[in-house]
């Protein structure tokens, strides 16, 4: 959700995360009162209080219940499935943050599961009171009320915002502070249990933001993120060429990873336009084209139908992978890498253009020896390799993996510089009425940028990782007419760049940072 924008800092029962959680030894009201009050001296604030008995903790009760009602601070937090595991090795931003598993390591601890539960609660507001009182301290709740609570959870900001985990510290047996990022805002939360396991304080204190200030300070959070990293900061003019205000190795083609679904909506825009396909047009799900990872028409029953505009928006909402490979079969593999020579200047790179499947086959089954055999043949013999071979392996044959592999060899490529033309040629599109769908295609996931609607009317996002790669690109027009488009890539060979939420989070701040410096 949204924060406030306040600067008071409530305390609070209640918020969890389904992947994480810290466990500390239990420790007595008394000591919880007293760790927790001496972690939030000079806050301003009551800080978090174990609140086990109404008698001892009232003064902080009753500031509690104002703060609720008031609703500055609290949050939930939907990050349910890590969006893409074994198969999950394509993703983007908005599926990892909405759905992805930062790499916190929460003990499962009394303290941590409450943490646990907090961080998934989100989705659920509001909550009934028998699941309330299953997770807070009678003697809280005697002070602050099922009502106000639900009533500050969901005041934070619209329904559905992840809460994301981005770290943790002093982590004891009945206590602990975690770094969560909530829609846009951050907070330092310091929980705190009773001998029951049950939450006895909460406290959420706003945390400090990191978006930068000037192109000088844009460079220098860059190269936190990656060791390899490219961006490109450009206004897009009336005739839709990017002209680059700030830049860092624009024009290097790097691994995308679901970034190149962009290069398929294309083409899928393009068979519109040439009326070789409607968006309302059925396609059908089979098993052959299921694909594991990221989205949900995996899950889908076989012969189900699906409109091609809703399968387009299932593609790059949620990164869909088997909408991905649905719609490049639906216009061809010549099509789409077409679409890419249209727009980019490594397109040879992409020659053949993989599946999502063929992808994950190469990488995850009998790996590196069919990778091998697959990189020492030349575009055409690859291309025959794959329909011969690569594409008779099964999903079931696949293996997850959790470092890098191959990703510039075997992946999709092109540059900051290529997703600039990208982005303009899709907003070329969609100025055609009947490729307006483009639009709704591409904002109806903002992948969790801090973007205020009336200054920022328009925002198009789409993101992706594997291990080694985190991409993120941009389109947005502000209030004035004015177009800008924002691309990050980042790579690294010998670990994986998303390692935690929170450089997805530092690579959101640097695209906000340098939104605010162009607009």
């Known amino acids: 959700m949204t924060a406030t924008g306040r600067t008071t800092s409530p305390e609070i029962p209640g918020h969890q995360h389904p992947t994480k959680g810290a466990e500390m030894r239990p420790k007595t009201s008394q000591e919880v009162r007293r760790g927790v009050r001496d972690k939030t001296a000079g806050s301003g604030g009551p800080g978090v209080r174990a609140m086990r008995r109404a008698t001892a903790a009232r003064a902080g009760a009753v500031a509690a219940a104002s703060f609720l009602v008031t609703a500055v601070a609290v949050t939930v937090l939907s990050v349910a499935p890590a969006p893409v595991g074994a198969v999950a090795r394509v993703t983007t931003l908005s599926a990892a943050t909405a759905a992805g598993a ?45 009502a106000a609570l639900n009533q500050a959870l969901e005041s934070l900001g619209p329904p559905g915002s992840a809460t994301i985990l981005l770290g943790l510290s002093k982590v004891e047996t009945s206590s602990l502070v975690a770094l969560v990022q909530i829609g846009p805002s951050r907070y330092s ?3 705190g249990v009773d001998g ?13 933001s990191s978006v930068p200030h000037s192109w000088s300070e844009v460079d220098k959070q860059l190269t936190t993120i990656a060791p390899e990293v490219s961006f490109l900061a450009a206004k897009v003019g009336s005739d839709g060429t990017c002209s680059p205000l700030h830049s860092v190795l624009a024009g290097t083609p790097r691994p995308l990873g679901s970034m190149f679904k962009l290069f398929i909506l294309g083409a899928i825009a393009n068979a519109v336009h040439d009326h070789r396909i409607s968006w309302s047009q059925k396609v059908t799900i089979t098993a052959a084209v ?62 053949p253009f993989l599946t999502v499947n063929e992808m994950f086959a190469l990488k995850y089954h009998d790996f590196p020896t069919m990778a ?6 030349n575009a055409s013999q690859r291309a025959s390799y794959l329909a011969t071979t690569v594409d008779k392996v099964p999903a079931s044959a696949e293996q997850s993996a959790s470092m890098p ?78 177009t800008f488009v924002v691309v990050v890539l980042t790579e690294d060979t010998s670990k994986p760049v998303q390692e935690s939420a929170a450089v997805e989070i530092q690579a959101l701040d640097v695209i906000s940072g340098a939104l605010g410096l162009m607009g």
């Not at 539960?117 to 659920?124: E, F, K, S």
């Not at 091998?372 to 043949?377: D, E, G, V």
Request: proline share 5%.
């Open 372 to 377: 091998n055999h697959y990189l020492s043949l």
């Open 405 to 482: 592999r191959d990703i510039n060899s075997i992946e999709w490529f092109a540059s900051a510089d290529d997703l600039c033309r990208a982005f303009t040629g899709l907003a070329k599109l969609q100025a055609e009425p009947a490729l307006s769908a483009i639009g709704t295609v591409l904002s109806t996931n903002n992948g969790g940028i801090a973007l205020g609607a009336s200054t920022w009317p328009r925002v198009w996002f789409k993101g992706g990782s594997e291990p080694g790669v985190l991409s993120l690109g941009y389109l947005a027009r502000d209030s004035r007419g004015q």
């Open 290 to 351: 299921k694909v594991g990872g990221s989205g949900t028409l995996q899950n889908s029953p076989d012969g189900t139908e699906l409109a091609v505009e809703q399968v387009a928006i299932k593609m790059i909402s949620v990164s869909d992978n088997t909408a991905a490979d649905m719609l490049l079969k639906l216009v061809g593999r010549v099509a789409v890498e077409d679409q890419v020579r249209a727009w980019s200047s490594h397109a040879s790179l992409d020659v």
């Open 196 to 208: 029951a396991g049950l939450i006895a304080g909460l406290f959420f204190k706003p945390a400090a």
């Open 189 to 191: 939360v310091q929980l």
């Open 102 to 146: 930062p790499a916190v390591k929460v003990p499962s601890t009394p303290v941590g599961k409450q943490l646990d539960w907090l961080l998934g609660i989100g989705p659920r507001l509001p909550l009934s009171t028998k699941e309330i009182s299953a997770h807070f301290d009678a003697a809280l709740l005697a002070q602050v009320s099922p």
